[in-house]
């Protein structure tokens, strides 16, 4: 499942969280990460941005089994797996509200 998103990004980052998560995101970015594309936690991948603030366009694809992909058609490719527990993965930035943040319906599992 691909899935194509046009989200709010804030200090220089979103995050892909699982919807019952609900995780402090105050410490992500430590001194030992910051110059991490992805840093993930339990139920949550955060990613940094080139920018503070404005519309970002994503894509999140969601797969069961490890893509063969070509690297040539992309600037940059993220790879990581989430646990899923609930049924909706929740796309938002720290400064917008959780609550009014896309979501994409899930089965429960890890991608």
């Not at 998103?5 to 430590?30: N, V």
């Not at 999140?60 to 040539?72: A, G, W």
Request: proline residues 5%.
């Amino acid at each position: 499942m691909v899935i194509e998103l046009h989200i709010p990004g804030d200090h220089f980052q979103f995050y892909i969280e699982d919807e019952t998560a609900l995780l402090d995101t105050s410490a992500l970015w430590d001194t030992a990460v910051q110059d991490a594309n992805v840093v993930t936690a339990p139920g949550l991948i955060a990613v940094s941005t080139a920018r503070f603030g404005g519309l970002l366009h994503i894509f999140i694809m969601l797969l069961k089994e490890r893509p063969v992909l070509q690297y040539d058609q992309w600037d940059l490719i993220m790879q990581c797996s989430i646990a899923i527990t609930s049924s909706h993965l929740v796309i938002w930035s720290p400064e917008h509200d959780f609550a009014q943040a896309p979501r994409i319906a899930v089965a429960s599992g890890i991608y």
